[in-house]
């Protein structure tokens, strides 16, 4: 499952963290966990959660855009649901559609193709929640990982690689 936070005009990252973190408890209160937040490389956040395989992407999709109504209708000032622009300002949109089959996303420790490419890294919760982090570059990502610190981990677990 990928929930993908993308902020609207005069909202950024600390928004998203704030969205993120309420996702991650309604994500655990419907039995999904672990749910990893990586920086996108971007401007937002992108939460990813290990499903078990037996939903088809339409299901994934479907429950996807029902978690992001239900967050619109919790926090009505903060988030919105609905793909029209012009009703992101102010607010993180929660793009549901990242998980139909015919998307495209970042995958987590991808490289962003820009002049100061970045990294979408996956992050830990402290990171998010003692202070906003920003992107990362892949300098500092491979530093991560020699350090041992690899938050996307959970994600892995008990699967071969």
Known sequence: LVVDLDPGPGTGLAECVEVALHARDSLEEHGISP???VTSGGSGLHLYARLTGRRTSEQVAATAHELARTWEA??????VSRMSKDLRRGKVFVDWSQNNAA???VAPYSMR??????????????????GTPGQLTHVEVVQRLRDGLDPALPLHAGRGR
């Open 113 to 130: 193709g820009r002049e100061r490419p970045t990294v979408a890294a996956p992050r830990t919760w402290e990171e998010l929640t003692e």
């Open 35 to 37: 749910v990893v937040p």
């Open 74 to 79: 919790e926090l009505p000032d903060l988030v």
């Open 103 to 105: 998307k495209t996303t």
